[in-house]
């Protein structure tokens, strides 16, 4: 996520703490996409395990790798609204369902933009990639996204702390 503020039923949640500066590089664990022809994209994406990490997510970073990246994984299928507060660079918004495809790309992101943007249903994780990679790579919606962040032991966030994030979903 980048630029994103915590939404819960339409209102932003934050601790009232204006974020002011990127954080800090966060652990990154590989993420492969499989495409519907079967080639294989490789990612190292960092992991927004914690509602604060969520919340600034790719924040005022200059750049976003072409094989990097941001994955948010949800505590369970849910709607995942973003926006692109404070986020300086357009990003690919990859939504992802229970079965781990992709169920809709939101591509080049407008930098600095509330508008929300939606992932058109319940969706377990949103990964954040720099802007055009999935055009460029040809990356559609139904290709197969595979990490481990997506084990129940690498659970990023506890149900009870579920919230979205302007640009992103926390």
């Given at each position: 996520?980048?630029?994103?503020?915590p939404i819960?039923?339409?209102?932003?949640?934050n601790d009232?703490?204006e974020i002011?500066?990127?954080?800090?590089?966060?652990?990154k664990?590989?993420?492969t996409?499989t495409?519907?022809?079967?080639?294989?994209h490789?990612f190292?994406?960092?992991?927004a395990k914690?509602?604060k990490?969520?919340?600034?997510?790719?924040?005022f970073?200059p750049?976003v790798?072409?094989?990097?990246?941001?994955?948010?994984v949800?505590?369970?299928?849910?709607?995942?609204n973003?926006?692109m507060k404070?986020?300086l660079?357009?990003?690919d918004?990859?939504?992802i369902?229970?079965?781990?495809?992709?169920?809709?790309?939101?591509?080049?992101t407008?930098?600095?933009?509330?508008?929300p943007?939606n992932?058109?249903?319940?969706v377990?994780?949103t990964l954040e990639?720099?802007?055009?990679?999935t055009?460029?790579l040809g990356?559609?919606?139904?290709d197969?996204?595979d990490?481990?962040?997506?084990?129940p032991?690498?659970?990023?966030?506890?149900?009870?702390?579920?919230?979205?994030i302007?640009?992103?979903?926390k």
């Amino acid at each position: 996520m980048v630029g994103i503020f915590p939404i819960i039923d339409g209102f932003a949640q934050n601790d009232q703490s204006e974020i002011t500066r990127p954080q800090p590089e966060l652990t990154k664990q590989p993420l492969t996409i499989t495409t519907k022809t079967g080639k294989k994209h490789q990612f190292l994406v960092e992991i927004a395990k914690t509602p604060k990490e969520q919340e600034v997510g790719e924040m005022f970073r200059p750049h976003v790798p072409e094989n990097g990246g941001m994955l948010f994984v949800w505590p369970g299928p849910q709607p995942s609204n973003m926006w692109m507060k404070n986020t300086l660079v357009p990003l690919d918004m990859v939504f992802i369902d229970g079965h781990h495809r992709i169920q809709a790309i939101a591509e080049n992101t407008v930098p600095y933009s509330l508008a929300p943007i939606n992932s058109r249903g319940a969706v377990i994780a949103t990964l954040e990639l720099q802007g055009g990679i999935t055009e460029k790579l040809g990356i559609t919606v139904g290709d197969t996204v595979d990490s481990a962040a997506f084990e129940p032991d690498q659970s990023t966030v506890s149900k009870g702390e579920a919230v979205e994030i302007g640009n992103k979903k926390k």
